[in-house]
């Protein structure tokens, strides 16, 4: 018994450690940036060698793959509560204003949060990160079916990601046009969205587009 209680103890004892160790991880990633996060990074603060904190995780992917779990689960919870009981085009916008102001909060872990894990293999199937899930959820709210959320939410992640790039490159010089564009954007993804309940799966996010700007004259 004093044997597996010596084991029972040790396990423990490594579990928090790498609790710590990843702890430590989102941390940097938050203050940093993802680009930041090295072993050497970590050690610094534990006070401990890379090749110590190799032995509680299997390599840096894997710290970034824990990193990238805590993100999309922070930032789909975002989502969920911003979205609540909202349909149609308020779902949308609740959707994109939650990843736009957690890229402008936590920089390092919204990128973290659009990382496919590294330690997956390619082709595989898995099962949706929960961003993507909140993401399928807020289309689904729009009446777009199951088949094609996950395809339009991709697209609607990719268009909305470099929304918040452009932002981020020119937020001093011209603020008022970029809140301006993004609700633009906004309307044009809400088009796509419907074009999509409707059965209309060709039709692309620049015809949309097409059709949503004479609607504004």
Known sequence: MRVDGRRRNSRDGADL????????????VRQE???????????????????????YVRDLDEVRDAVTA???TELAELVEGAIGGRRGR?????LFESLRLYAQAQPGMYEAALLRPA?????????????????????RACGVPDPQA????????????????????DRRSRQRQIDENFDRLVSILDAAARATVRGETSLSV????????PSQG
């Open 17 to 28: 450690l790498q609790e710590r160790i990843l702890g430590v991880a989102n941390e940097i």
């Open 33 to 55: 940036g993802l680009a930041a996060l090295t072993l050497a990074a970590i050690g610094r603060l534990l006070h401990m060698r890379p090749e110590t904190i190799l032995r």
């Open 70 to 72: 805590c993100a999309q």
């Open 90 to 94: 308020p779902a949308l916008e609740a």
């Open 119 to 139: 330690n997956s293999k390619p082709g595989s199937v898995r099962e949706q990160d929960p961003l993507t899930r909140a993401e399928c959820a807020a289309l």
């Open 150 to 169: 996950e395809a339009l939410a991709w697209c609607c992640r990719a268009a909305v990601h470099g929304a918040i790039c452009l932002e981020a490159s």
């Open 206 to 213: 620049f015809t949309a587009a097409e059709a949503w700007a």
